[in-house]
């Protein structure tokens, strides 16, 4: 079982970039999965999340309106599409599923399989 975390890279502020999450070997009709974060000095944190089967998506209030979580679910892959960044955006990101569904669960960082990390730099 594994999340393939990739997309990240180095952006100016207001640019935008687009994170893939890609869950090989477990069944991610079933669960909730996500992406969470982590800057220099600061603890993990989550950013958004998706119970695949009823579509309930949790949003950061630090991203609301700017990030947005899809999914293709043929390809068992999920996209975390970030616009308008920020210096404040600058973290690793990881993403993280929870096989069982359980979305709060997963919000509060109660995780079966966590992806690699990749990334993000917004800096002018």
């Known amino acids: 079982v594994q999340l393939q975390a990739s997309g990240g890279g180095l952006v100016q502020p207001g640019d935008s970039l687009r994170l893939s999450c890609a869950a090989v070997?477990?069944?991610?009709?079933?669960?909730?999965i996500g992406w969470f974060r982590q800057a220099p000095g600061k603890e993990r944190e989550a950013v958004s999340a998706?119970?695949?089967?009823?579509?309930?998506?949790y949003y950061a209030d630090a991203v609301k309106g700017r990030f947005t979580l899809s999914r293709d679910n043929a390809k068992s892959i999920i996209f975390l599409q970030m616009n308008s960044l920020t210096p404040e955006d600058t973290a690793v990101y990881y993403c993280?599923?929870?096989?069982?569904?359980?979305?709060?669960?997963?919000?509060?960082?109660?995780?079966?399989?966590w992806g690699q990390g990749t990334l993000v730099t917004v800096s002018s």
């Open positions: 998706i119970h695949i089967r009823d579509g309930a998506i």
């Open positions: 993280a599923a929870n096989r069982r569904g359980y979305l709060l669960q997963l919000w509060g960082g109660t995780a079966d399989y």
């Open positions: 070997g477990f069944d991610l009709d079933r669960s909730a």
